[in-house]
C-alpha cells in the first residue's frame, strides 16, 4: 500500500503507451486511481507495442474531459493526492506543436494543482535533457520541469533512457527485412518497458529523490539491438546506415513542410547522435520483448 498521505491518483496521458502501464502499476500499489482521458473507450483498446488494453478493474473512475481545455477540468482535483503525467506527443496526428502539448497541456495541469489540495506531482520528462536543450521536445518538457520546481507542489520527475515502445519501430523493419539507422549506430541505450517504467514511477512517487534517471537491464548499441531483432525474426540482417549529412538535409525538407513533424525528425536524428544510459531499474529484456512481439503476444 502507499504512504498513508498519498491514497488517490490522477493519472494523465492514460491512453498512451507508458500511461496504461502507469494506470496498472498506481492500481496495484494499493491507490484509488482516476483517470483522466478525452474517450473512456480508448482505455479499453490495447495500444501499439504490446501497450494493454485496461479493463475497469484497472481504475476506480474516469474523468472525461480535454486537458488542453481547463475550463472541462472543474472538479477533476477534488480529493486527489497525487497527479501522475506523462502526457507528451508521440504519434499524433493532429497539428499540434510540442510547446502546446507536452508543455502548456501539463503547465494547464500544474496550475490546477496550486488551486487544489493536490500534495504531489510527478512528470515524465527524459534522461540527458542537458545534453539536446536545443530540441523543441527538450525546451518542452524542461520548461515543465522549471515550472514545478517555481510552484508550491511537492515534485517527483522521472526521466527514463527511452521506451520499449520506441523499439517496437526496429521490430517492424527487422520483420519486413530491412532496416534503416540513422548514423552508424554506434550510440548506446538503455531503454526500458513500459511495466518496468510504471512500476519504478510509483516507486519514485513515493520515494525523497526529486529527480531519477530509468533505464532497462540491457546496455547496448542501436545497431546491436537491430542485429538482435532480426535474430528473433529469423531473417538475414539487412541493415542500412543513413550518413548523418543525408539525415540532416531531411530533416531541413520535413521541417519547410511542417514544423511539427521536422520537430519530431530533429529528435529522431538528434537520438542516433548521442548516448542514453541510466540506472538500470528495470528487468524486462529487450530480447524477451522482442520474442513476445514476434509471437504475436499482447501486453508482454
Known amino acids: 500500500m502507499p504512504d498513508e498521505t498519498l491514497k488517490r491518483v490522477l493519472v494523465a496521458g492514460a491512453t498512451g503507451y507508458l500511461g496504461k502501464f502507469a494506470v496498472q502499476a498506481y492500481k496495484q500499489a494499493g491507490y484509488h486511481v482516476r483517470v483522466l482521458t478525452r474517450s473512456e ?24 474531459g480535454e486537458i488542453t481545455k481547463p475550463e472541462t477540468l472543474t472538479g477533476m482535483l477534488d480529493d486527489i493526492d497525487v ?29 490546477l494543482c496550486e488551486q487544489s489540495t493536490v500534495k504531489r506531482f510527478t512528470y515524465v520528462s527524459m534522461q540527458g535533457a542537458e545534453n539536446i536543450m536545443q530540441l523543441a521536445i527538450t525546451q518542452a518538457h524542461e520548461k515543465v520541469v522549471d515550472a514545478l520546481k517555481a510552484s508550491s507542489i511537492d515534485y517527483r520527475i522521472v526521466r527514463p533512457c527511452g521506451y520499449f515502445s ?10 519486413s527485412g ?37 533505464g532497462g537491464p540491457d546496455i547496448m548499441t542501436q545497431r546491436e539491438a537491430v542485429e538482435m531483432c532480426f535474430e528473433v525474426v529469423g531473417k538475414p540482417a539487412k541493415i542500412h546506415a543513413i550518413p548523418m549529412w543525408l539525415a540532416w538535409g531531411v530533416v531541413k525538407f520535413i521541417r519547410l513542410l511542417s514544423n511539427q513533424f521536422g520537430d519530431l525528425a530533429e529528435f529522431i536524428v538528434t ?7 541510466g540506472p538500470k531499474r528495470g528487468t524486462t529484456s529487450l530480447r524477451s520483448y522482442f520474442e513476445n512481439l514476434h509471437a504475436g503476444k499482447t501486453d508482454a
Not at 271 to 277: H, L
Open 41 to 64: 473507450e480508448r482505455l479499453h483498446e490495447a495500444g501499439p507495442f504490446t501497450a494493454p488494453a485496461l479493463s475497469k478493474a484497472d481504475y476506480d473512475e474516469v474523468f472525461v
Open 83 to 111: 497527479v501522475f503525467s506523462c502526457v507528451g506527443i508521440s504519434r499524433q496526428r493532429d497539428g499540434l506543436t510540442f510547446e502546446q502539448v507536452d508543455y502548456q497541456c501539463n503547465k494547464n495541469l500544474i496550475d
Open 166 to 175: 520506441d523499439m517496437g519501430a526496429i521490430y517492424d523493419m527487422a520483420k
Open 271 to 277: 537520438a542516433g547522435e548521442i548516448d542514453g544510459v
Open 178 to 214: 530491412r532496416a534503416f539507422l540513422v548514423g552508424p549506430g554506434n550510440n548506446k541505450m538503455n531503454p526500458i518497458h513500459g511495466r518496468d517504467l510504471a512500476k519504478a514511477c510509483v516507486e519514485i512517487t513515493e520515494g525523497d529523490e526529486l529527480q531519477a534517471e530509468v
